[in-house]
């Protein structure tokens, strides 16, 4: 088990690596300078020199590679050309907000995917489950980007329920500690302000959901299918168990394993799909500022940017491999 754990360890340092590598020549050979983006039209030559040199810009290309690796492995990400603040200061203040909003996202589609994939198990050979079947591939096919704007439309617009921009409203005038806002406003019981934050993450949460939770009931209604067919099931079937005790009590706990797996990978892409849907709702997030980071060509910040993404998708991972070795034992024994 230890030496399955480190050894996903080290193939996550090495995938980082080749991550970095890849992105550092991409940012390099791709048109645009942002030095050109960040003077003035009457400066000097002598001013674009002293700001590439500062940058580091001014090196070659495996030496300006060098000294930004030999930095970050020192915890130092650089300095964003764009905003002027440390990378790692700006990853660590955005971070709490991808996090919460992506985690709140998963809980809302493993909820819904998990009901609905019961509910249609139950409701099997019935037009129940046809409805669900219908709603789910409803629920698939459409993208997330386009959720948002729906929902913007209809909550935003039409019916102005709920707020379409921010974490927070600034005129509450709410103060934080931390960056995490709903788990700190949960935690110190400021019920008021929790609502406030969660309000301003529900379009966005639901537009990162619905699809994943397509995803989620799909691949749990063909595992509870498969574990209604095994012989236990079918002897307690004949012992007189009823049905909703069949599927909750006996084909779920072993449906749980191989949905709980693809909820992992899942659960990566959703991270990435918060770069469309933090700036449709003007979220501050790590999406949003990637957005932000290509387009003023911000290498530095892009490069903390992917890496973070990249140590966040290996971290999920190895947490789902270890939940899925803990909740079947056998596989930890080969």
Request: charged fraction near 15%; charge should be neutral.
């Amino acid at each position: 088990m230890i030496s399955a754990i480190l050894k996903r360890v080290s193939m996550g340092v090495i995938t980082l690596l080749g991550v970095a590598i890849v992105v550092f020549i991409l940012l390099r050979v791709a048109p645009g300078n942002p030095i050109a983006m960040m003077i003035g039209p009457g400066a000097s030559e002598s001013d674009i020199l002293a700001l590439k040199a500062k940058y580091g810009l001014d090196q070659s290309l495996p030496m300006q590679f060098w000294i930004w690796l030999t930095n970050f492995l020192q915890g130092d990400f650089g300095t964003s050309i764009s905003r002027q603040v440390s990378v790692i200061s700006l990853l660590a203040e955005r971070l709490p907000a991808t996090l919460e909003l992506a985690t709140a996202a998963l809980v809302i589609a493993v909820l819904l995917g998990g009901v609905m994939a019961v509910a249609s198990t139950l409701l099997r050979k019935s037009w129940g489950a046809s409805a669900l079947d219908g709603a789910n591939s409803l629920l698939l096919t459409v993208p997330e980007f386009v959720w948002a704007l729906a929902f913007v439309l209809l909550l935003g617009v039409a019916f102005p329920i709920l707020p379409l921009s921010g974490r927070n409203d600034p005129a509450a005038g709410t103060v934080f500690v931390t960056n995490f806002y709903l788990i700190e406003a949960l935690v110190t019981g400021r019920w008021g302000v929790a609502w406030d934050v969660f309000s301003h993450m529900l379009m966005p949460v639901f537009a990162l959901a619905l699809p994943l939770a397509a995803i989620i009931a799909r691949v749990l209604k063909e595992a509870l299918g498969e574990a209604m067919m095994q012989d236990y099931v079918v002897l307690a079937r004949v012992k007189g168990m009823s049905e909703r005790r069949l599927v909750l009590g006996e084909a779920l706990r072993n449906a749980v394993g191989p949905t709980l797996a693809l909820t992992g990978v899942q659960f990566t892409f959703l991270i990435g799909g918060t770069v469309i849907i933090e700036k449709i709702f003007s979220y501050p997030g790590l999406g949003n500022m990637a957005i932000d980071a290509v387009i003023n060509r911000d290498f530095p910040l892009i490069q903390g940017l992917i890496l973070m993404f990249g140590v966040l998708f290996i971290l999920i991972n190895l947490a789902v491999d270890l939940l899925v070795v803990a909740l079947n034992p056998r596989l930890s024994r080969g």
